[in-house]
């Protein structure tokens, strides 16, 4: 037996699955580093909070800018095309443009650090949001993540959760890092619908092809996602 967040958890089984107790019924944000990662490791988790109707919203921690060398010097027109992906990804996953994504802007492989005032407008902000939505749960990268942006976004996750305290649960999804293997309880959702995650995939076409020039790009092996998410909250006792 252990506690998630104050909530007890009793067997490995009812812990499993996201439409279980205690875990059904809690407001999800999802904090994602970039646009893309919001669909590799938490589109389940969106299209399904969604049909729940306990869905409260994405939040991009950075602008993206920094994917393409070659944009580098001009990225305005990058973090345009983005944010319209992100905005189109965040539909298809949803089935409705009543979503639209909060971005926090900050620049691409140079977050803020925790203590500096960046970093705290960030939990500002994310806070607010939380109040405003009703919002009991943060899913965001994992900390372990190699990216330092994909850490960082899981630095500002468990400060809100500092600050707001109550009920508040970080859950943590893994895209480059393996799975933690200690210290964690694993929750996983239901499988999506067939085709839907690569559907939202294809709306970041900057990530898919050669248009932006020398850069990072999706490889083939992401676009062939498993049907579920998993996630990673720390035990607490």
Same mark, same amino acid.
């Given at each position: 037996?252990?506690?998630?967040?104050?909530?007890?958890?009793r067997?490995?089984r009812?812990?499993?699955?996201?439409a !279980? @107790?205690?875990?059904?019924?809690r @407001?999800?944000?999802?904090?994602?580093p970039?646009?893309?990662?919001?669909?590799?490791?938490?589109g389940?988790?969106?299209?399904?909070s969604?049909r729940?109707r306990?869905?409260?919203?994405?939040?991009y921690? %950075?602008?993206?800018?920094g994917?393409h060398?070659a944009?580098w010097g001009?990225p305005?027109?990058?973090?345009?095309?983005?944010? @319209?992906e992100?905005a189109?990804a965040? !539909?298809?996953?949803t089935?409705?443009?009543?979503?639209?994504?909060?971005?926090l802007?900050?620049?691409?492989a140079?977050?803020?650090?925790?203590?500096?005032?960046?970093?705290?407008?960030?939990?500002?902000?994310?806070?607010?949001?939380c109040?405003?939505?009703?919002?009991?749960a943060i899913?965001?990268?994992?900390?372990?993540?190699?990216?330092?942006?994909?850490s960082a976004?899981?630095?500002l996750?468990?400060?809100?959760?500092?600050?707001?305290?109550?009920?508040l649960?970080?859950?943590?999804?893994?895209?480059?890092a393996?799975?933690?293997?200690?210290?964690?309880? !694993?929750?996983? %959702? !239901?499988?999506?619908?067939?085709?839907? /995650?690569?559907?939202?995939?294809?709306?970041?076409r900057?990530?898919?092809?050669?248009?932006?020039?020398?850069?990072?790009?999706?490889?083939?092996? /992401?676009?062939?996602?498993?049907?579920?998410?998993?996630?990673?909250?720390?035990?607490?006792?």
């Amino acid at each position: 037996m252990g506690r998630w967040g104050g909530l007890v958890v009793r067997t490995a089984r009812a812990s499993a699955q996201m439409a !279980a @107790r205690p875990w059904r019924g809690r @407001r999800w944000l999802v904090l994602a580093p970039h646009p893309d990662d919001e669909t590799l490791g938490a589109g389940a988790l969106i299209a399904q909070s969604c049909r729940s109707r306990t869905f409260a919203g994405l939040v991009y921690l %950075t602008d993206g800018s920094g994917s393409h060398p070659a944009t580098w010097g001009r990225p305005r027109r990058l973090v345009a095309v983005r944010a @319209r992906e992100g905005a189109l990804a965040l !539909a298809r996953l949803t089935g409705s443009r009543q979503w639209t994504p909060v971005h926090l802007g900050w620049k691409d492989a140079h977050p803020f650090t925790c203590g500096s005032a960046g970093f705290e407008r960030g939990v500002r902000k994310v806070s607010v949001l939380c109040r405003r939505s009703l919002v009991d749960a943060i899913a965001v990268t994992a900390a372990h993540e190699p990216h330092c942006d994909h850490s960082a976004a899981a630095e500002l996750a468990y400060a809100v959760k500092a600050r707001l305290g109550g009920r508040l649960v970080v859950a943590e999804y893994c895209i480059w890092a393996d799975a933690p293997k200690r210290r964690f309880h !694993a929750l996983r %959702t !239901a499988p999506m619908r067939q085709g839907l /995650r690569r559907w939202a995939l294809s709306s970041h076409r900057s990530q898919l092809s050669g248009a932006y020039g020398r850069g990072f790009r999706l490889s083939r092996h /992401r676009m062939r996602p498993t049907p579920h998410d998993t996630f990673y909250v720390r035990r607490t006792a």
